[in-house]
């Protein structure tokens, strides 16, 4: 069903940049990189696709795997792409992270596709704002908020502190904001953190990680993942087959190549 899922993921996403007047720069898999001309835009731009998200089509097999909770219900969903779900007041279909950040980033047209490409802290920001979000949220940083009129949220959606956050690569720690649109707030709620995040992401820039394993997970750690990736590629003896394994886990966790 997944295939079809994000057939309509991709389709409805599409739809609102084209109605909203957005840019789409990429997309890496099931992720986007959207530009907006002013918050307001990227505001109306992310509370339309949850909407739409919510409203739209989508396998029933999706949200039974988000409601299995142990891996005997997980193989008991049938996995049928014809049979579609019903929308719940909160949850429909695929749930999608949205993260905003404003700022000038650079910008370097593409002779090959075609299109402009961004680069530097705004979008390596963004990246990050959009890891530390769950599933159906959207997260802003307090400097996107800044660029909003009041009026901008009126009668739009409900915001709520999440706290600060550090995250990789970004200098000094974020002020995070969740975005809700009106329809769905009182159904989606979400946990309140204050944490240090280090979650790098598809569209963040491609910045050095060697040093991640010595300060997050420290030697004992370092040394059994080494063990362990050691062991799993060794066993793996086509490089064709090596490279299928590392797309997946990086895909996994949203770790550029």
Request: charged share 20%; hydrophobic share 50%; glycine share 4%.
């Given at each position: 069903s997944m295939g079809d899922a994000l057939d309509t993921h991709h389709a409805v996403i599409r739809e609102c940049i084209h109605d909203h007047g957005a840019y789409e720069v990429k997309t890496a898999g099931?992720?986007?990189?959207?530009?907006?001309?002013?918050?307001?835009?990227?505001?109306?731009?992310?509370?339309?696709?949850?909407?739409?998200?919510h409203r739209?089509?989508?396998?029933?097999?999706?949200?039974?795997?988000?409601?299995?909770e142990n891996e005997d219900e997980l193989d008991a969903v049938i996995d049928d792409p014809d049979v579609n779900g019903e929308p719940t007041a909160a949850w429909n279909g695929l749930r999608v992270r949205i993260g905003m950040h404003s700022g000038e980033p650079s910008i370097v047209f593409d002779d090959i596709t075609k299109g402009y490409d961004y680069y530097g802290s705004t979008t390596n920001t963004a990246a990050r704002v959009e890891g530390v979000a769950k599933g159906g949220?959207?997260?802003?940083?307090?400097?996107?908020?800044?660029?909003?009129a009041l009026e901008d949220t009126a009668g739009c959606c409900t915001t709520v502190d999440m706290g600060v956050f550090e995250l990789k690569g970004v200098p000094e720690p974020v002020s995070v904001v969740a975005v809700t649109p009106?329809?769905?707030?009182?159904?989606?709620?979400?946990?309140?953190?204050?944490?240090?995040v280090d979650a790098p992401e598809a569209f963040a820039d491609a910045d050095d990680f060697s040093d991640r394993a010595e300060s997050d997970f420290g030697d004992e750690s370092e040394e059994s993942h080494k063990a362990f990736f050691s062991a799993m590629f060794t066993a793996i003896r086509r490089p064709a087959d090596k490279d299928r394994v590392l797309d997946v886990l990086l895909a996994a966790w949203h770790v550029p190549r």
């Open positions: 099931d992720a986007f990189m959207i530009a907006a001309g002013t918050e307001r835009q990227a505001l109306r731009l992310a509370m339309d696709i949850q909407l739409r998200l739209a089509t989508f396998p029933e097999a999706i949200d039974a795997i988000y409601a299995a949220q959207v997260l802003a940083s307090q400097h996107f908020m800044q660029g909003l009106n329809a769905l707030s009182d159904a989606r709620t979400f946990t309140r953190e204050k944490t240090i």
